[in-house]
């Protein structure tokens, strides 16, 4: 990693993976750096990710790169940490029960075996002994195997990330003390950071990584550059998702990431697996029973197609936001008319993590203009509005 230029202070908004990834890039870098987090670390939409690693159906061809270049990322990022449980490179099977579904996975598997990603048309007999606990229906059409994808803990990693920061020198600051209401710009240059503590921060690096509330604090810097996600607030939003954590899981269960066609899961901490559906909507207004039922109908599912789960039960459920760039692609550079101000928001966040911090560091740190980021400049929306 290049070496920070003398005396820089960066200023970290957002303690989300892509906050904490990036942060302990730059403490390991030598840079003075402080992170800002209103909640706690990992507390917003990495808490709760299904945090599939992966570039399985990722378009155009320079993004699903991108994703690939994660899963490596991840790897050598876990080699430091020597292999820690939080990383689970597990592989991930996947199979369909329709003619158009398994003609969709046969082309897919296709298409990415030409991009030279590892994935694997198998028969369902040998899906189920890579799972043992998978009982797979007799109507499958097509079975997959992609063995160098996988998952991670997020809330183990956040941690581990948080505190290799401040071991190398980093300040982070959460509640109050990191809630940043506030960003100085004098001259079109960002001078410092107000937290909800009275604290002014003085900053020549500010890096908005706040997920979802990006958008908001660009606009404390005065900013106009459109950050356009996709809506979540209203009824009907299409990024928030349903999560749900089943457990125990009893001997014999998953040791997988799966994606069955109407349940995807894989296991979680303490026991438990954590359970995701394609086809379930809930929003931040789906209230209870409704919210229940939708979990108890995951379950049932999962215990249709795996064994283990005869004695769980919905441990927990939660609606959490995407931060879903309205393009579908990562949004990360500096911010067109403020000097000072680097953005980073993201679908696939989880995967992305490691990559982008390495990716962002190296720009933010030596100014170096990492070509793989040339497509996803904030500064797209900008040129469609003018
Ligand atoms: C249901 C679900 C499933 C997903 N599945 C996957 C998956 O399988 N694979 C994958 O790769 N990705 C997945 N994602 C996406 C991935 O989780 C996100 O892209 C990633 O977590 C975003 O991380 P982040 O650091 O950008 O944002 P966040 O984790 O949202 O963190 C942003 C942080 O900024 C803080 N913040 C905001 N405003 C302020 C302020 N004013 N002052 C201080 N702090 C502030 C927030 O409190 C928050 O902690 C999923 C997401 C969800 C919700």
Not at 36 to 56: D, I, K, V, Y
Not at 217 to 244: D, F, H, K, N, R
Not at 255 to 280: I, K, S
């Amino acid at each position: 990693m290049t070496a920070p230029s003398a005396g820089r202070r960066y200023v970290v908004i957002g303690a989300g993976v892509l906050g904490v990834a990036l942060t302990a890039r730059l403490a390991e870098a030598g840079a003075a750096v402080t992170l800002l987090e209103q909640t706690r670390p990992g507390h917003a939409a990495t808490r709760s990710s299904f945090a599939w690693l992966n570039a399985n159906n990722k378009v155009p061809r320079a993004y699903h790169d991108l994703n690939h270049a994660g899963l490596r990322a991840w790897s050598a990022r876990a080699d430091g940490f020597g292999r820690p449980d939080w990383y689970r490179p597990s592989g991930n099977l996947e199979w369909a029960v329709t003619p158009d579904a398994g003609v969709e996975l046969a082309a897919r598997v296709s298409r990415l075996a030409d991009w030279g990603y590892p994935a694997h048309l198998i028969s369902a007999a040998a899906a189920a002994e890579l799972e043992p606990a998978l009982r797979l229906p007799p109507t499958v059409t097509a079975a997959a195997w992609f063995p160098e994808e996988g998952y991670l803990l997020t809330e183990p990693m956040v941690d581990a990330l948080t505190e290799k920061a401040v071991q190398s020198g980093a300040t982070v600051l959460t509640g109050e003390a990191g809630h940043v209401t506030g960003l100085d710009v004098t001259g079109g240059v960002v001078r410092a950071v107000r937290t909800h503590a009275s604290q002014v921060i003085p900053a020549d690096a500010v890096v908005c990584c706040a997920g979802r509330w990006t958008p908001e604090l660009a606009a404390l810097a005065g900013s106009a550059a459109p950050i356009p996600l996709i809506p979540w607030a209203q009824p009907g939003a299409e990024a928030p998702g349903l999560v749900v954590q089943a457990g125990p899981v009893g001997p014999g269960g998953p040791v997988r990431m799966v994606h069955a066609p109407d349940v995807y899961f894989r296991p979680h901490r303490a026991g438990q697996v954590h359970l995701e559906a394609p086809d379930v909507h809930a929003d931040l207004h789906t209230g209870e029973p409704a919210l229940g039922d939708l979990a108890s109908e995951l379950l049932r599912r999962a215990q249709r197609v795996t064994g283990g789960l005869d004695r769980a039960e919905v441990t927990g459920y939660r609606v959490c936001v995407r931060p879903m760039p309205a393009d579908g692609q990562s949004i990360v550079g500096w911010l067109p008319g403020t000097e000072g101000l680097y953005v980073a928001v993201t679908h696939s966040g989880v995967t992305l993590g490691a990559h982008l911090a390495e990716l962002m560091a190296s720009e933010l740190l030596a100014g170096v203009q990492q070509p793989e980021l040339a497509p996803y400049r904030p500064g797209r929306f900008s040129a469609l509005a003018s």
